[in-house]
Structure formats: C-alpha cells, structure tokens
C-alpha cells in the first residue's frame, strides 16, 4: 500500500466475465472477497457473488427493460456513498468493464470526485461465448480479424453496422437479429455466410443454435432464442464441427 | 468426472491473459496447479509457472524470430506424447487461445486423435492492453464498434485491413508501425485520428505513447518501442487524460 492508497477512497471496478463463474480472474475474484459492498449487474453469476464475505452487502444494481430499476445517476450516488464513508467498493459487471456495460463512464463519474478506481478486466463475452461453442474469432487462412458491435437497436435508429472483418460479432443480439442480418446479407451479398446465435453462452443453459443468413432468424424462433445471445457470422463458424 | 474423462485423455487449452499474471481466470489457475506438464509460450509470465506444482515439467514452446525454436509440429508431436503417457498436460498461451496464436489449430489436431480438449479463455491484450492504459474500446458517444487485427506482415503482404468500426486494435504492430498507420490515415483520410502504443501492457514495464496518426511512428522510434506492443485507434485514446 502505498501513500496514495492511504488518503484516497477506491473503487474497484471488476469484470465478472461471461457467465461460467469460474471465469472470473484471480484479481477479480480477490477484490470480491475482500469488498465490503458489492454492486452487481443483471449478468453476473449468483454463484460468483456467493465468494463474498459474510456481512458484505450485495446490491442489485442491473436494468430489466419494464422493471423498476435503479437508475445510471443512483449508482454513482451509491459508489460514492459507500467509498466515502470508507467501504471497500467493488462494482461487478458482466464480461468486461470496458466492453460496452458503461464501465468508462462510472469511472470518469468517480475520478472527477478524486476517487481512485481500479479496472480489473474481465473475459468478454464477445470472444469467450464463441469459443465454448467451438468456433475461436480468428483462424490462420480463415480469418485474421474480427469486430465486435452491440446488436441492440440504437437510440437514434442507426443501421447496424457491417465492418469489413472476417469474423463479426453482435452482443445482445436478439430483439434486433433479423435488422441485423438483414443488414450484414445485404451489404455482403451472401446469405449463404455461415453463423451461429449463442443463448448464455458458457454456462449451463447454453443453446447454440447454427445455419447461414437465409435461415437463422428462422431457426432462432423455432428455438424460442433468449437474451442473453452473441451472434457470431463468418467463416470460422464452419470449425464448430471438428472443434465441438 | 463423468465416463468419459476416464476413458480418454485431455489436454487443457488455456489462456494465460495479456501479461499481469493475477489476470488469469480461476478455472486456468486451477488447471495450471493440478497439471504433470506444462507447454507454455513466449508471452506467458514467469511469476505464472511458478504456481505449477513440485515436479511438474515446464516446456517452454515460444518462437523467437533469429532463434532456433520449436516447430508447430513438435508442438503437437509432444502434447500427444505426453498425454498419451496419461500425464495431465496443459497449453498455456498467451492471451486468449482463439484470438490468433494457433489455438484451433492444436485444438483441431488434437481432436482429430481423439484427444479430448477442453479451452479455458483468457483475458486478451486486445481488450485489457488499452483498458490498463486508460483507454476503454467503447464509450456511450464516442465508439459503439471495435475491430481487432494483427499488425504483423501477412505472408502474402497483402494491405493491412482498415475496418470500418469506430476504434481499431493491432495487435503485434511494432515491426510494421508506419505500413498500418498509413493504410489508416489513407484509408479514413484524417491524420489527425488519436492513438496510442502500448508495449508491454498491463505488466510493470508497461510504457504508453499517445499521438495522432502523423505523429506515432516518430514518437514510437523515439521511445525506443519493443514487441510486444499493440496500436489502438480512435477517439476514445483521448479518454486516456481523464481515466488514467
């Protein structure tokens, strides 16, 4: 510990990982067990928060869309709230802090306050739910790049977006698939591109649900696909088979 | 243990993380205690294999350019070998196991002996290099998108992609700076796009150079950069100043 630890309050910012609990990192896991306040999102295993110490205090802090939940602005009054008055704070996130999730912006809120925060990344879900469906982002001749986008609809109604990689990867993909595979037959001209629509991915509720462009949507349906789910559309979709 | 981890053996693919050797996962922690052999790679850390347990042999597995170093191969020849002879045996990369590095490549030829693998992800440098530098891949506003590619030169020189997604990650991008930088202000026509390089990230000789496009190459020959270092691009590098 040095001097600065010493004066200022700290916030530990963790990432949870992609669902399996036992994804977390040592780092990760060792904030936790050490937190006096843990404030956890919709996607972080019950399992993880269980390492917690006896007396911590777990607080809820996901968003369920048409469920009263709490608000972006009362997090930050409860992480200040509770650093201030000298609680060891860890904030859990699902996958990575700094991959969507809004991890950057409760930091800048805490270190415009003069309050430390330390981010302890976590596996995404954007690389780790394919791989434990057997299809890894990158393949030497099949694919040396891929990109990663929210699959949510945008505020202000933006077309989704098709980068020119090899491997595309769509979070949250499931009240938008159709616009978005739509999207992506039509600026590649294929619908025969292989993908796969991967539900809680990682855990034990996995369900992965294969075909192209033409029929997922379809097959998606017919399998009643949840959220959470990661699309994944690209070549590398096709090593599933060997690699499964 | 079910059936069939009793009849056949199994080799534990597992991610070390981008450097800082507490960012392993618990359940790859747990592999590398338990494990007889270890074949660990070039970026792997030291501080890592020093949790492997009495006895256990450590086989370093890394390719050096200019040094003789063992062939992809031997590589497999010796995971077969050594699981065969009933020892547990884990591959430990650097990273991720799916994100470049041959992972799916060993996977595949071990599968196809009908040698059980299980992959343990790890954190990637393309996600927690920038974050430890103070540089979140999205941000509400400003990037909504991120692509990752390597930097390194293809075999065929084809031009370095330039997807268009709002930041960009090359990862290995130290002997071919100039090459990507150019093909990126070409591409998007804005020299004034802000990156950084980052060598070493997330270990304790972590060094950061910040710039624009026009500027990079020259602040990175100045500062001496070494591999590995990853290049990102975009506008939240300028996040950095406040989030650091």
């Known amino acids: 510990m040095n001097n600065d630890s010493l004066v200022r309050p700290l916030v530990s910012l963790v990432g949870a990982g992609p669902g399996d609990p036992e994804l977390i990192t040592v780092k990760g896991l060792d904030r936790l067990l050490e937190a006096d306040i843990v404030l956890y999102d919709a996607l972080v295993s019950p399992e993880l928060l269980e390492h917690a110490r006896m007396g911590a205090e777990l607080i809820y802090a996901g968003k369920h869309p048409g469920r009263h939940s709490i608000s972006q602005e009362a997090i930050h009054a409860l992480l200040v709230k509770h650093v201030q008055a000298g609680r060891r704070v860890v904030r859990l996130k699902g996958g990575d802090p700094y991959i969507f999730g809004k991890g ?69 993909c499931v009240s938008n698939l159709e616009n978005i595979v739509r999207s992506i037959a039509g600026e590649r001209g294929q619908w025969d591109l292989p993908c796969a629509v991967i539900e809680s991915g990682t855990t034990k509720r996995q369900k992965v649900i294969t075909g192209a462009l033409r029929n997922i949507v379809g097959r998606s349906k017919r399998a009643k696909l949840e959220p959470p789910a990661v699309l994944v559309v690209g070549e590398v979709v096709r090593l599933r088979g060997p690699l499964r």
């Open 104 to 172: 950057a912006e409760e930091a800048l809120f805490l270190k415009a306050r003069g309050i430390r925060v330390e981010v302890i990344p976590g596996i995404t879900s954007a690389v780790a739910v394919p791989a434990a469906a057997g299809i890894p982002l990158t393949h030497r001749g099949i694919s040396s790049s891929f990109a990663v986008m929210t699959g949510h609809r945008t505020e202000d109604n933006r077309p989704v977006l098709v980068p020119q990689a090899d491997t595309l990867v769509y979070l949250m």
